[in-house]
T-cell receptor, first 121, second 111 residues
Framework: GAVVSQHPSWVICKSGTSVKIECRSL??????MFWYRQFPKQSLMLMAT?????????EQGVEKDKFLINHASLTLSTLTVTSAHPEDSSFYIC?????????????????FGPGTRLTVT | GQQVMQIPQYQHVQEGEDFTTYCNSS?????IQWYKQRPGGHPVFLIQ?????EVKKQKRLTFQFGEAKKNSSLHITATQTTDVGTYFC???????????FGKGTRLHILP
């Protein structure tokens, strides 16, 4: 249980185009999903917190018009990188926090997707 | 804002030696979580500590949460090659707060 998928797993796009990344919780409902960015050999940097049915909360320094987040349902959140540039190339990872408290009896853990590697040429 | 500091950044140990990584928060935490990320993989949840002074064990891994709920440690006894990876602590202030990750400790095992 507690599986999170991401699609695509990797994508190469040209500078100036937009890329959409999907994050799905496969066997549980998630009130909250998080989007992280990870550069090579570095830690996870929280970009935004996504709550179903409401606007995402962006971290300081993250452009909300560039990184569009839509949390359409309790199992799906999408991140769209608009007008991508080479400096946007990174590993994007989503995580989901379960709605219910029945998974392992824990309330606040997150389950991570496998990540999406974005390369902008 | 809340900061989570983790040391060391890197650790090389001989196989069979012990390993410890430490995590310190600038503020009191409601809970702390530990994750492991294998090279090329994504973070995998290991454990969550909630109570002051809590100690939990998972086979060769021992997790501790400080009395003040501002620091934590992960200790691995008799490391094996399968322990290779980056270990992240992640602290949460209040229950609905975002989770802040430490920079991670990259463990490398020398055969």
């Amino acid at each position: 249980g507690a599986v999170v998928s991401q699609h695509p797993s990797w994508v190469i796009c040209k500078s100036g185009t937009s890329v959409k990344i999907e994050c799905r919780s496969l066997d549980f409902q998630a009130t909250t999903m998080f989007w992280y960015r990870q550069f090579p050999k570095q830690s996870l940097m929280l970009m935004a917190t996504s709550n179903e049915g409401s606007k995402a909360t962006y971290e300081q320094g993250v452009e909300k018009d560039k990184f569009l987040i839509n949390h359409a349902s309790l199992t799906l959140s999408t991140l769209t990188v608009t007008s991508a540039h080479p400096e946007d190339s990174s590993f994007y990872i989503c995580s989901a926090r379960p709605l219910t408290r029945t998974i392992g009896g824990l309330h606040y853990e997150q389950y991570f997707g496998p990540g999406t590697r974005l390369t902008v040429t | 804002g809340q900061q989570v500091m983790q040391i060391p950044q890197y650790q090389h140990v001989q196989e069979g030696e012990d390993f410890t990584t430490y995590c310190n928060s600038s503020t009191t935490l409601s809970n702390i979580q530990w994750y492991k990320q294998r090279p090329g993989g994504h973070p995998v949840f290991l454990i969550q500590l909630v109570k002051s002074g809590e100690v939990k064990k998972q086979k060769r891994l021992t997790f501790q949460f400080g009395e003040a709920k501002k620091n934590s440690s992960l200790h691995i006894t008799a490391t094996q090659t399968t322990d290779v990876g980056t270990y992240f602590c992640a602290g949460q202030g209040n229950r609905d707060d975002k989770i802040i990750f430490g920079k991670g400790t990259r463990l490398h095992i020398l055969p």
